[in-house]
Each structure stands twice: as C-alpha cells, then as structure tokens.
C-alpha cells in the first residue's frame, strides 16, 4: 500500500471504506433493539457493571460515540480491544431525538454533556474508582470537553482522547460526508438538529466551548486525527492548544494508513495502539503500521 503505487493506494482505500460500511451497516441491525446491544456488549466484556479495575489499569474507559452512532456500533473493534488489554470498559447512548429510534448524538450537545457527566457517576459508582478516562469519536471526542470545563467533570477525569474530534466545529457540508455510512439519516442532517447546529464552526456552542482556552488543568489531552479526514476539515482544527495536550497526526505513525473520519474511529488498529499508550504513558510503546 505504497502511496507511490496508485492502484494499491486505491485498493486499500476501498478496503478501508468497505470495513466502514460494513461496521456502520450495523447500525441498522443491532441498533433497533436494547436488549440485542445489552448483548453484544455482555458477550464482548464490556458494559460489565461487575467488573472492577485492576492495579495495572486503576481507570475505567468511558467510550463516547459520535454523531449518529450508538454505544454499540462506534466501538465493536476498540471496546474488545481495551478489554483485552484489561480495561473494564463501559459505553453509553447520548443525544437521542424523540422519535428518531436508530440514531443518536443529535440532541443539544450542553444536555449530551449533562447524560455523560450522570453516566460517569453511574461507572464510578459502580467501579469505586475515583476517576474515569474518557475515549470518543467524532463529536463524542468534542463533547466531553464541555462536561470537563462546565460541569465539574475535571474533578472526575483522568484523560480525554479524542479520535477525529470537531474541537473547533466543522460545517454542515462537511457533515454530509458522513451520510453514507448511516442510511437514511438524510433527513436529519439540517440545522434544525440541535448537535448539528452546535457543530458548526463559529456557532453559540462552539464559541463558548473554546472561549478561555481549549483545555482546563488536571486532565491529560490527546488528538489522534487523519489527513484524509472528509467532514472536520481542515484535519488541524481538530489539535487542542493547552499545556497537557498530545496533537497526534495518524499518518506521522503509519504514512500508509489511509482512513478517514469514520474509519479512524470505528476500525483502525494503529490508532487504536496509540489511545491505549494515551491511557497507560507509563508503558507505552511505539506505535506504527504493524500494531
């Protein structure tokens, strides 16, 4: 998958686009039931309200989906990926519209904020751990900033790592990009939408969200984006500017990875290697193309 040879560059491209659908076609099916999610993740070994953390990893993993996903879909790759690494890992479901059954993180993204700050408190109380580490896609990467800055979630947050987040908003043309990977969301993807409209650059969230600094003391930052990102452009909108913060650009770790927004997030093993060393610096280890 040299970038020099244009047709394996196509190829995997087409590769990596295909594992994309593939996953958000789930939505689709494991998306229009509770109990069918509450499932998968029991089998999977996350969502485990019994598990406690360990000595080696103190910290549960709170994942934080993106706009349109669900707790499920999002992370079928990363959640039994930090399980096995030894993680109790928990995942929830924000942002729900009234009579919008399969698709979440559209609501107003301040309330978003307030389901993750109770969901956390919920994982703390469940783990007796003091503190959680946060993991999102997308805007499920932005959004906890809000919780950590407004809502006193810096008192309850070791780290947030944001994969492909909207830090600075995007625009809803950027937004349509995601279309594809979730049909028939077509309808809702209008300023009428309250995340949408949050998510647009230079709207009343963002500007509060970033006003003072990106970044707030004790937490530990970090961005993992993609060149090739087609909805948070430019891609360098998405780095945090503050003194604990990490900016990691994918292809500065693997010139030859070529996903994209959905696919950084939703299946790529080298960015996946690069949050467990953003959750353990400790032992972190290099990453490259053959993590």
């Known amino acids: 998958m040299l970038p020099r040879n244009r047709s394996r560059s196509r190829g995997a491209r087409a590769l990596a686009v295909a594992a994309a659908l593939f996953a958000a076609t789930t939505v689709t099916t494991t998306a229009t039931a509770a109990p069918a999610r509450a499932a998968t993740t029991a089998s999977a070994g996350w969502n485990d309200w019994s598990c406690k953390p360990s000595a080696a990893h103190p910290r ?8 349109f996903g669900n707790s499920v879909d999002n992370w079928l790759v990363l959640a039994p990926y930090l399980v096995k690494r030894g993680y109790c890992v928990f995942s929830l479901d924000y942002g729900q519209l009234p009579g919008v059954p399969l698709f979440n993180g559209l609501g107003p993204i301040e309330k978003s904020a307030e389901q993750l700050d109770a969901f956390v408190d919920k994982v703390r109380g469940a783990t ?13 990467g932005m959004m906890p900033r809000y919780y950590l800055k407004f809502l ?4 309850e947050v070791n780290a947030l790592v944001g994969i492909a987040p909207d830090n600075h908003g995007t625009t809803l043309s950027g937004l349509t990009k995601l279309l594809p990977y979730f049909p028939g969301a077509g309808d809702l993807l209008t300023l009428a ?7 647009v ?3 009343a969230f963002i500007t509060k969200l970033n006003a003072g600094g990106d970044t707030v003391p004790g937490v530990h930052y970090t961005v993992i984006a993609t060149k090739y990102d087609e909805v948070v452009t430019p891609y360098r909108t998405q780095f945090l500017d503050g003194p604990d913060v990490r900016n990691v650009v994918l292809q500065d770790l693997c010139p030859v990875d070529l996903s994209e927004h959905v696919t950084i997030g939703t299946v790529d093993l080298v960015a996946y290697h690069e949050v467990a060393n953003a959750l353990d610096p400790a032992h972190a280890t290099r990453t490259d193309c053959f993590n």
């Open 60 to 67: 549960p993993v709170v994942l934080v989906h993106g706009t």
């Open 128 to 140: 007796g751990a003091a503190k959680v580490d946060l993991v999102g896609h997308s805007q499920g």
């Open 152 to 155: 006193g979630g810096a008192a």
């Open 193 to 199: 939408t309250p995340a949408l409209a949050d998510q």
């Open 201 to 203: 650059a230079g709207s």
